[in-house]
């Protein structure tokens, strides 16, 4: 069964960094693309990072470059999201992803296997 879990999120003030893990399971991780999302209340799923398992590319959002940096650890099938600098704006459930498509931008429709989410709260 393919499975994805978030963990890591929680409340911090504004400047602060949490660091958020994806932890997969129930398939070959290093051939797909592993993505963070972000979903605010009454706001579209937007794309966060991504990482390409199969070359090390990654992708980031305008909004987190130079704020969030995504990693892979292909012996532990996990993929880390670091976030520093956090801002209010930054508010959301973050999902994890994968997709097997080659991308340039970070489409959630080419995304499946969504984990539950876990809850990143910035306090200003």
């Known amino acids: 069964e393919v499975q994805l879990v978030e963990s890591g999120g929680g409340l911090v003030q504004a400047g602060g960094s949490l660091r958020l893990s994806c932890a997969a399971s129930?398939?070959?991780?290093?051939?797909?693309?592993i993505g963070w999302f972000r979903q605010a209340p009454g706001k579209e799923r937007e794309g966060v990072s991504a990482?390409?398992?199969?070359?090390?590319?990654?992708l980031y959002a305008d909004s987190v470059k130079g704020r969030f940096t995504i990693s892979s650890d292909s012996a532990k099938s996990t993929v880390y999201l670091q976030m520093d600098r956090l801002k209010p704006e930054d508010t959301a459930v973050y999902f994890c992803a994968r997709s097997a498509f080659t991308m340039s931008t970070m489409t959630p429709q080419l995304f499946g296997s969504w984990g539950q989410g876990t809850q990143v709260t910035v306090s200003s």
């Open positions: 990482i390409f398992n199969t070359d090390g590319r990654t």
């Open positions: 129930g398939f070959t991780f290093d051939n797909y693309v």
